[in-house]
């Protein structure tokens, strides 16, 4: 293992605990019982997946399938593998259908930008906020609470989508940088395949991650950690040997992308304003 990412390795042991009491008492308080996710072949999700069984029950998680024309065949293999070996009932539903016409429209026939990456990335979004559409319908109809299946380096580097794959009722990932996913999916046996494979939203053909950013998820969580949980400045993290290119691009990104790590503003007229003054409802029912 890589030096530098040897702080911030974890005790699976605990960090299953904690998130499997987390993912039930989460859920159960609100009244709910059952959970509902995205399951897209990915380590992120297939991590969920162990977790919220071994939290709610086989019988009580529903993984849902969102498959674009596009999307790689091996995904979806990926994902019927997990729900296989976890006993969980899934749902197939194919998104091209939602998308396709908006996209034709508005995004194909009259793009705002020229460039490339710019189209790709506005496709890539409306795919995202209708998978969400999606898991939130089903969510009303299996009386289910969505659990989110983001990690700690996406939410700090703005790499998902606002009110897209960054929705859910509950996040139980996003407090683990990628690399310490990695380590508690091999913990709970998550499949070695699903593990070692290189992660992609699968937006669109030969997307993956790490060749959007332009670096590792192995450096941005070295460079992250030191950042984030050592409070340091961008120098000093330069100083002790990082690329000083990829610190000043990570630190750039989590800046601009903060108002996706928050709830929205709110202009402060009364007493008690939502979010900011009243956030709990104490002693209601007394």
């Known amino acids: 293992m890589n030096d530098l990412l040897k702080p911030l390795q974890i005790n699976p042991d605990l960090a299953r605990k904690i998130i499997v ?15 509902i996710l995205g399951l897209s072949g990915g380590i992120d999700s297939a991590l969920v ?38 006993g969980i009932a899934t749902r197939v539903i194919e998104i ?13 026939a009259h793009p705002e930008r020229s460039e490339a990456q710019s189209k790709e990335r506005r496709r890539g979004n409306v795919m995202a906020r209708a998978r969400m559409i999606v898991l939130y319908d089903q969510s009303e109809a299996l009386r289910a609470l ?13 790499y998902t989508t606002q009110f897209g794959d960054n929705a859910a009722a509950i ?14 999916a ?46 340091r400045h961008a120098d000093d993290v330069i100083a002790l040997g990082f690329d000083a290119r990829i610190v000043q691009r990570i630190v750039a990104l989590m800046q601009r992308n ?18 900011a003054d009243f956030l709990y409802n104490r002693d209601w029912g007394k």
Not at 171 to 184: E, G, I, N, T
Not at 201 to 208: P, S
């Open 49 to 86: 997946a162990y977790l919220a069984v071994e939290a709610l029950g086989a019988e009580n998680v529903t993984g849902i399938l969102m498959p674009y024309r596009t999307s790689n065949p091996a995904s979806r293999a990926d994902a019927e593998l997990v729900a296989r070996q976890l």
């Open 186 to 231: 091999r913990a709970l046996n998550v499949p070695d395949a699903i593990i070692a494979k290189a992660p992609s939203a699968d937006l669109w053909q030969g997307q993956t991650d790490e060749g959007e950013l332009g670096f590792t998820y192995d450096d941005a969580d070295a460079i992250l950690y030191r950042l984030v949980d050592e409070r």
């Open 258 to 275: 903060q108002f996706k790590r928050v709830l929205s503003p709110v202009a402060k007229i009364s007493a008690r304003t939502v979010g």
């Open 96 to 108: 091209t259908p939602m998308v396709e016409p908006y996209l034709a429209q508005y995004v194909d």
């Open 21 to 35: 009491a987390f993912i039930r008492e989460e859920i159960t308080r609100v009244g709910f019982s059952r959970g």
């Open 146 to 158: 969505v659990i989110g299946t983001s990690n700690k380096t996406e939410a700090l580097l703005g």
């Open 171 to 184: 996040q139980p990932l996003a407090d683990l940088y990628k690399f310490q996913v990695r380590q508690l």
